[in-house]
Structures are given as structure tokens and as C-alpha cells.
């Protein structure tokens, strides 16, 4: 029941992050940028965290004043940069639609977040055979990237040439300034993983802590996952400061449809938090899978989702026959990097699960082999206890 459990969160999850930039489609077009994004920001960043933290994790900041400021401050760091990699997401959102920027996003998301950690903590395991593994993962993934990349030039081409003589504006030719700021909003929401790897003595804090009762890694690592997101308030709310000061477009918030906005802007930072809250939920459900199976069960089905709606809200309606065929191979790509990048991040736990036996076993095993436990075999989801 707990699989069955698990899948369903995880799935429900991918819906909403693939879904969270969909509100924005229904956004008044002469609304400037930062009136929409500027409040997500603000909810998804620090008034939800501020809200739910306390709830979820009593003594949230008692678990940060114990962690201390060294603890804090690279997890911070780089969830400041993840904060500019949302930003640049919403940006690429206006540029190129939703199919296009999440298909790209994701795939560096992925490439970045799957050997950055590993290259920083444990570069000798590029060398095994899950790094071996995972490093193919990644390249396919660079190429489904390549592949989406070349599905919106011929996208933008195409609109271009078949735009009808009345319109006043035709679209842009050159699709290249939105699929670069796709690839650098993916490489900087990377910045996430990158941070968690950092977030250690957070989550031991809170797993120590007197005032905490669960046993539960997800429920622990809660701590660091807000401290991630409030740095990524700094970094995204101040670019949107600046824009509301720079085009001078404060006032826009006392229209009607500046309203609209901003309670279309409060549900999109509810189904973005609730992603990265229901995945965490749903991998810890799937125990030894959630590393793997539950990885490349919600990175897959947020492609999906976040493609599926590019589609269906018309991005390709007029993008022709040869583009449109380029993304669904690039979508294609991606899931069976996906797929690849969860087969080698599974190759680690059976490592560990042996590392473990052989340490407890001589501290635990009776001396008469009569009352030995029973050995099972390596992979089989058994956890040795001290």
C-alpha cells in the first residue's frame, strides 16, 4: 500500500510542476511581466514557507539557530541561485511558451543536478559503474536538450514566415535569446540538488533535535528545503523590484486585472511548492525506490505534463509539421534519460546496503552460529539494524 501510495503522490506532484507556469497563460497580455511573477515569487518563496514551516516542523527556528551560520550559509547561497533560475524560467515562459521552456529547463535541471553533487562530494564515483551509468543518463539528456533546442528555431521560423501581412507585429524570427535563457534558468535551478548536498548538519539538526519526534527523513530534511526557498526569495523578488521600479509599473497593481494576477500568482506558488513537497512525501514512501524509480517517475511525467500543456493551450499550433516532430523526439529523449539517470542512481544502494551489513553484523552476530540472522540477499530492500 505504501508503493501504491508513493506512485500516487509522486504523480500528482509531477502534475504540479508541470502545471505551475500553466496559470500565467490566462494572465491579461498587457499586464507587464513583473506584476504577475513578482507576487509568485513573493508566495512561493517566503509567505508559504512561513506559513507551512512552523506547521510541518515545530521548532523550525530553533532547528536553524542550532545548525549555526556555517551549517546555513551554502545551502542559502545556492538556493539563492536557484531563486535566479526561477526567475529566468519565468522569463523564458514569455519567450518561447511553456512546452519549449520546460522541456529545456528539466533537461538542464537534470544534467546539472545529477553530476554537479557528485562532482563536488564524490568525484571518484564517476568511475563506477552508477557513475558510468549516470553519466550516460546525462549526455542523453544533453541531446534531447539539443533536440528541443532545434524543435524552437524551426518553431519561431516557421510563425515567422506564415504570420498573416495584417499583423502589426510579427513574431520573432530568432527564437535563440529564449532558449538561451531556458539553458541558463536550468542550469541555476540545478542550484537546488547542489544546495541539498550542502544541507547535511540541517537535516542532522533536525533529526537530533528534542523538540522533533519523527524518524522520518523527508519530515527532517524540511528544514533545509525552506532554507532554500528563502534564498531564493532574495534573488528572484529583488530582479522583480527592480523591474517594478525600472518600467515604473507599481501602479499597475491598483488595476482590476493586476488583481486577477496576483490570485492567478498565488496558485501558481502553491502547486510550485506543493511539487517539491509532494516529491519529497513520495519518494520517502517508496523507501529503497525512492532514489531511483521514484526520481524518474516524477522528473518523466513533469516533462510530460509541462509538454502536454504547452500543446494543449495552441503553442504549436502554428509551429508545422517538422518542428512539432522535433520536440515530441526531444521529449522522447529526455524521458529515456530519465529512465537511464534512475537506473544508475538505483546502482548505488545495494553498495551501501552491503557497506552496512558487514559494519553491524560483527557487533550484533552471536557467537553461535545457531543464532546468526538470516543473511538475505543484497538488494532485497532489508535494512540492518545496530
Known amino acids: 500500500m505504501d508503493l501504491v501510495v508513493g506512485f500516487a503522490i ?8 508541470g502545471s505551475f507556469g500553466l496559470p500565467s497563460k490566462f494572465v491579461s497580455k498587457d499586464l507587464p511581466w513583473e506584476n504577475l511573477w513578482g ?33 546555513l550559509l551554502l545551502p542559502f547561497v545556492f538556493g539563492v541561485l536557484w531563486g535566479l533560475g526561477s526567475m529566468t524560467l519565468g522569463l523564458s515562459f514569455a519567450y518561447i511558451g511553456l512546452s519549449l521552456a520546460y522541456a529545456i529547463n528539466y533537461g538542464g535541471q537534470i544534467i546539472v543536478g545529477s553530476i554537479g553533487p557528485m562532482a563536488i562530494h564524490q568525484p571518484e564515483k564517476f568511475q563506477t559503474p552508477s557513475g558510468i551509468v549516470i553519466m550516460i543518463g ?12 532545434r524543435a524552437g528555431m524551426l518553431k519561431a521560423a516557421n510563425e515567422a514566415n506564415n504570420a498573416p501581412p495584417t499583423e502589426d507585429v510579427k513574431p520573432k524570427k530568432n527564437a535563440l535569446p529564449g532558449l538561451m535563457l531556458a539553458v541558463v534558468s536550468g542550469v541555476l535551478c540545478a542550484c537546488w540538488a547542489i544546495a541539498f548536498s550542502f544541507a547535511g ?14 524518524t522520518n527523513d ?33 501602479n499597475r497593481f491598483l488595476s482590476p486585472k493586476a488583481f486577477v494576477a496576483i490570485i492567478i500568482a498565488l496558485i501558481m506558488a502553491v502547486l510550485h511548492d506543493a511539487a517539491v513537497g ?23 511525467f513533469a516533462i510530460i505534463v509541462g509538454n502536454f500543456n504547452g500543446f494543449w493551450t495552441g503553442e504549436w499550433r502554428n509551429a508545422g509539421r517538422k518542428a512539432t516532430q522535433w520536440i515530441i523526439n526531444g521529449i522522447i529523449v529526455l524521458v529515456v534519460a530519465v529512465c537511464v539517470l534512475g537506473i544508475g542512481k538505483g546502482l548505488d544502494k545495494p553498495q551501501v546496503q552491503l557497506q552496512e551489513r558487514e559494519y553491524v553484523y560483527p557487533m550484533t552476530i552471536e557467537t553461535e552460529p545457531q543464532e546468526q540472522p538470516p543473511v538475505l540477499p543484497v538488494g532485497e530492500g532489508w535494512i540492518a539494524e545496530p
Open 10 to 17: 509522486l504523480l500528482f506532484g509531477a502534475m504540479c510542476g
Open 278 to 300: 509532494l516529491f519529497g512525501w513520495g519518494a520517502s514512501k517508496l523507501g529503497d525506490l525512492g532514489v531511483s524509480v521514484g526520481y524518474t517517475v516524477f522528473m518523466a
Open 138 to 149: 546525462v549526455a542523453i539528456c544533453l541531446v534531447g536538450v539539443v533536440i528541443c533546442a
Open 218 to 250: 523527508w519530515h527532517n530534511s524540511l528544514p533545509a528545503t525552506f532554507l532554500i526557498l528563502f534564498g531564493g526569495f532574495f534573488s528572484s523578488c529583488l530582479y522583480c523590484v527592480v523591474k517594478l521600479q525600472q518600467n515604473k509599473t507599481w
Open 201 to 214: 548538519s540541517i537535516c542532522k539538526t533536525a533529526a537530533d533535535a528534542p523538540f522533533e519526534i519523527s
Open 39 to 71: 507576487p509568485f515569487f513573493l508566495f512561493a518563496t517566503l509567505l508559504l514557507p512561513l506559513i507551512a514551516g512552523p506547521m510541518l516542523v515545530s521548532g523550525l527556528f530553533g532547528i536553524y539557530a542550532k545548525t549555526g551560520l556555517l551549517g
